[in-house]
């Protein structure tokens, strides 16, 4: 079945560091959505990218979606304080069946 | 302006009770979908309703595990026989969209169950 694989795991960096996360599934996405989840909170939508090879950037966010729409990246540059939290990316199928599945996250902690 | 609303936000239940888990999703949007967050892992899809339909529940753990939405708005997550290994963050999301895997979903702030 489909899986999800987001590495790594866990990354902590010096504030003003740039960081990133990498999601790869098994199968090819429709779609892929990235989530934040503050500790304590709950996921809290960032983006969703459709197209094969797109890039969309937040501010300091830079979300990128594979030519092959199995991978997404997301990077930080310059990290602050407020982007702590854990990461997810969410992947969506292309079959009838299909469902969001998440990645198991990345978290991120910030060295003041 | 209210969000997805979950009631209650914690829950401790002696094993072998029964839980019912509220949600209320943002009024208008078509698709529900219920989560189970264990900690330090990715929310894990259980069930997903379009109105009042539920479409896909292959996400559910056992026969234990029931959930309705009998009017297409407020949502209900039921589990017989509380065991100790469902203890776990329940998350609700509603989206606005009706295709399944298209669209933001917007995440409540979770139940928080704890079986002894």
């Known amino acids: 079945g489909q899986q999800v694989m987001q590495i790594p795991q866990y990354q902590h960096v010096q504030e003003g560091e740039d960081f990133t996360t990498y999601c790869n599934s098994s199968?090819?996405?429709?779609?892929i959505q990235w989530y934040k989840q503050r500790p304590g909170g709950h996921p809290v939508f960032l983006i969703q990218l459709v197209k094969s090879g797109e890039v969309k950037k937040q501010k300091r966010l830079t979300f990128q979606f594979g030519e092959a729409k199995k991978n997404s990246s997301l990077h930080i540059t310059a990290t602050q304080t407020t982007d702590v939290g854990t990461y997810f990316c969410?992947?969506?199928?292309?079959?009838?069946?299909?469902?969001?599945?998440f990645g198991s996250g990345t978290r991120l902690s910030i060295r003041p | 302006g209210a969000g997805v609303s979950q009631s209650p936000r914690y829950k401790v239940a002696k094993r072998g009770q029964d839980v019912a888990l509220r949600c209320d999703p943002i009024s208008g949007h078509v698709s529900l979908f219920w989560y189970q967050q264990a900690l330090g892992q990715g929310p894990e899809f259980l069930t997903y309703f379009q109105n009042e339909a539920q479409l896909d529940k292959s996400g559910l753990p056992s026969d234990r595990f029931f959930a309705e939405r009998p009017e297409g708005s407020v949502s209900t997550l039921k589990i017989q026989r509380t065991q100790q290994e469902d203890s776990a963050v329940y998350l609700c999301?509603?989206?606005?969209?009706?295709?399944?895997?298209?669209?933001?979903?917007?995440f409540g702030p979770g139940t928080r169950l704890t079986v002894l």
């Open positions: 999301a509603s989206s606005v969209k009706d295709r399944f895997v298209e669209g933001e979903q917007f």
């Open positions: 199968t090819t996405l429709s779609n």
């Open positions: 969410a992947g969506g199928g292309y079959s009838s069946a299909s469902k969001i599945i």
